[in-house]
């Protein structure tokens, strides 16, 4: 039986459980058990964590534009960028020809795009 706690954190926060199980399925690298995660939205993107927090900073420029907003976007989306590059660097020296296959199967942020 589940502990309530667990209960609340399943049903009230969703986005944070299915970070957990992917923390926890995914990330286990200090046990030599980590893999590539190939599954739901990483099928088709290998960063949607980053899609996905660009497309709610587009949000909120289009919501309500701020000058220090409009000068900083570009320079976060150029982080965020070289970011996934430098994490893919990481993933390819870790699993290899594995993750270089996924690479090309895949896109980077943007399903069947970029």
Known sequence: MK???????????PIFY???RVQH???????????????GVY???RH???????????????EWATLPML????FVACMYY???KKEEKDMIEEFGEE?????????RFIPFVI
């Open 25 to 39: 399925k995914y990330w286990i690298k200090e046990s030599g058990k980590g893999r590539v995660a190939k599954t």
């Open 48 to 62: 949607p964590q980053y899609t996905g927090f660009m497309l709610l900073t587009i949000g909120m420029i289009l």
């Open 43 to 45: 099928k088709y993107i």
């Open 82 to 84: 070289k970011l996934a």
């Open 71 to 74: 000068i900083m976007w570009p």
């Open 99 to 107: 993750y270089i296959m996924y690479m090309k199967k895949t896109k």
């Open 18 to 20: 299915k970070w957990g």
């Open 3 to 13: 502990s309530n706690s667990k209960l609340l954190y399943e049903k009230e926060s």
